[in-house]
């Protein structure tokens, strides 16, 4: 069960003008729902402020704010404004599109062909590419976070940790990230550290883990173990798993998990302009 308060939730329902169809997703701080208005089919999230409400607030409203401004059929549709739930303000919600199919968390672990796996890897840069060009680093792309749509195509979602580079907004403290999902730079305890180049390493290790069902720097439950691995760059050959890949499919999925940034690509755009080149 949900920790939201069910009071929040009524409200939030009120004034975004739908019905409840099913709980999706408790958790200790957000709610997500499938709702419904006029016939469509939504999502509505929930979430308590706790005792940082100012900061937490800021955030949410950021993520709705960016998530509308993005232009991408491989991000997830903001489908509302965000509302303001109790007085004084002690929670925030907001629709989204509702998506068919399943996180990507749920279909890694077996290996991938080469030609699905390229697609991952092409949507999601594309989906990153139209934050990038707009300044917002994603900063917590993990596998649970993009989408596996029933049509066969992905989107990438949960910007809620996303910094955008070109504002003086709200961070966490130190670079949000999911273990075995972190980029090197997201060891650096300073706001802002991650990059548009850090979010084209986790595309890289989305693409690792689809090749060979884990991913290149496994979390084995030792945290200073991980980190000291991640940061000196000791990622698994993928050669040596998969030597049925060419020169340029290799070449690219490592070039993605260069340890130094500006040895990867540069954006979303400039990965999925290359993983187009590899396919022709």
């Known amino acids: ?24 997703k408790p958790g200790a701080q957000k709610d997500v729902r499938l709702v419904d208005r006029q016939g469509e089919s939504l999502v509505m999230k929930v979430i308590a402020l706790g005792s940082s409400a100012p ?32 007085d004084p303000v002690v929670g925030a919600a907001w629709l989204e599109e509702h998506l068919d199919g399943q996180d990507l968390g749920g279909e890694l672990g077996s290996a991938w062909s080469w030609e699905e796996t390229s697609r991952l890897g092409l949507h999601v840069a594309r989906g990153l590419a139209a934050g ?23 989107k ?22 999911t273990p075995g999902f972190a980029s090197p730079e997201h060891l650096r305890s300073y706001s802002g550290a991650p990059t548009p180049a850090s ?56 070039r993605c998990l260069h340890r130094q940034p500006a040895r990867r690509y540069l954006n979303g755009t400039r990965l999925a302009d290359a993983i187009e080149d590899v396919a022709t």
């Open 55 to 86: 900061e937490a607030l800021q955030r949410a409203e950021r993520e709705v704010v960016l998530l509308a401004s993005l232009c991408s059929p491989h991000v997830v549709q903001v489908a509302s404004e965000l509302v303001r739930l109790g």
């Open 199 to 254: 979010d084209v390493y986790c595309v890289g290790i989305l693409m690792f883990a689809a090749l060979t069902g884990d991913v290149p720097v496994p979390w084995k439950g030792d945290d200073a173990d991980y980190v000291a691995r991640l940061s000196a760059g000791t990622v698994t050959d993928l050669a040596t798993l998969r030597p049925d890949l060419t020169t340029p499919q290799l070449a690219l999925v490592n």
């Open 156 to 177: 990438v979602m949960d910007f809620g940790f996303a910094r955008h580079t070109l504002l003086s907004g709200v961070t966490v403290a130190g670079q949000p990230g």
């Open 132 to 154: 990038h060009l707009k300044g917002v680093v994603h900063r917590d792309l993990s596998a649970n976070n993009v989408r596996h749509l029933a049509d066969g195509s992905y």
């Open 1 to 24: 069960m949900s920790s939201v308060d069910t009071a929040l939730v009524q409200q939030a329902l009120t004034l975004l003008g739908v019905t409840e169809v099913s709980e999706l």
